[in-house]
C-alpha cells in the first residue's frame, strides 16, 4: 500500500459519514510529558471533521507540493516533508494516548497543545488500521470555514456557547502509523519529542566524532554541542549520513586549506593533526568543516557552502 495525497483522499471519502470511525482526543503537553482527554463526539461532529479535512487534502492534492525527506532545519512552503515514525521518537507514545487517556474531565480549551483525530479505514472484519491526522490547537477567535464545538451531556457537538473548541479542517502532519507526512515543520517538534531525539542523534555522531581524536578539548566541545539547538539540528543531518564523519576523518590533512581558504574561525594544534577548541563561537565553522559543507567549483573555482548544511 502506497500512503499519498490519493490514498487519504480515497479513505476519507471512503467513509465521509464515520459513524464511530473518527476519534478526537485532546492534549496537552508540558516539557515532554502528556496528558490527555478523550471525548466523545457526534457523528454530526465526525462527518463535519471528514468533510473538512477532504477539502485540506484535495487542496493539498493540486498544489503540486514537492515531497522531501524530513529536515531537521525547516521544508519549504512548497514543500511537504516524510519520515518513518520512529525517527521522530516517540510516535507510539502519542497515539497510544488514545488508549490510555490520562484526564477524567476535559481539559480547558486554550489548555490544548494539539489535537489528533484517528479515523479507522478497515472493513468491520479486517484487523484495524487507522490515518492519523495532527493538529495545534490555534486557539482560534476566528473561523473563516469550520466549526465550534462544545460539550452537552458528555458529548461534543456542534455548538456556540462557552468553552468552545475552533475545529478549521487544517492539518500539520498525518500518518498511517509508519510513515509521517509533515506539513507544519514547527508542529512535528511541538507535537512529538523531537528535540530529545535530535540530541540523541547528536550524541551518536559525536561518539564517532571522539573516536578520530580530531579535536581537542573535546569534553568541552562536545557539552557546548549538546546545549545548541541549532548544532544538535545539524548533528541529526550528519547522523542521516554516517560516511561523512568518516570521511571528515580520513581526509583531515585538507582541513587546514579549508580553513585558509574560507577564513573559518578554526586553529590547529603545531602539527595541524587537531583542530584546537577554544569556545563556542567556533561551533558554527567546525561542525560545518565536519559536513564538508564548503565547496570549490571545478570550472571557475568559486568559493561556496552548501545552504542545507546551514
Known sequence: MIVNFDYIYQMLETYNDPRGRLSVLFVKKTGTKYESFFPSVTNDVQKEITSLFLDTISIKRNLDLERISFNPSGQENDQYSECSTDYVGNFEEV??????????????????????????????????????????NHKLKNIRKGFWMRKVSNTFNILEGNKLMGI??????????????FFSHI?????????????????????????????????????????????????????SNPQIIELFHQHFHNAPEVVQLFDLNISFNEDKSKI??????????????????YY???????????????
Open 95 to 136: 497515539i497510544n494516548l488514545f488508549d490510555n487517556p490520562n484526564m477524567e474531565e476535559e481539559i480547558e480549551p486554550d489548555n490544548v497543545n494539539f489535537l489528533i483525530f484517528r479515523l479507522r479505514v478497515n472493513n468491520d472484519d479486517e484487523t484495524e488500521k487507522y490515518l492519523y491526522f495532527f493538529r495545534k
Open 168 to 181: 478549521d479542517g487544517g492539518i500539520d502532519a498525518v500518518s498511517d502509523g509508519r510513515t509521517i507526512f
Open 187 to 239: 508542529s512535528a517538534e511541538r507535537i512529538f519529542n523531537l528535540r530529545e531525539k535530535f540530541k540523541e542523534n547528536a550524541g551518536v555522531v559525536l561518539g564517532e566524532v571522539e573516536k578520530g581524536e580530531r579535536i581537542a578539548n573535546f569534553n568541552q566541545f562536545k557539552d557546548d554541542c549538546l546545549e545548541d539547538a541549532r548544532i544538535i539540528r545539524r548533528l541529526t543531518k550528519i547522523q
Open 276 to 293: 584546537v577548541y577554544d569556545d563556542k563561537e567556533q561551533l558554527t565553522h567546525i561542525t560545518m568543516l565536519m559536513r564538508d559543507a
Open 296 to 310: 570549490r567549483t571545478v570550472l571557475a573555482e568559486r568559493k561556496g557552502v552548501d545552504d542545507y548544511n546551514i
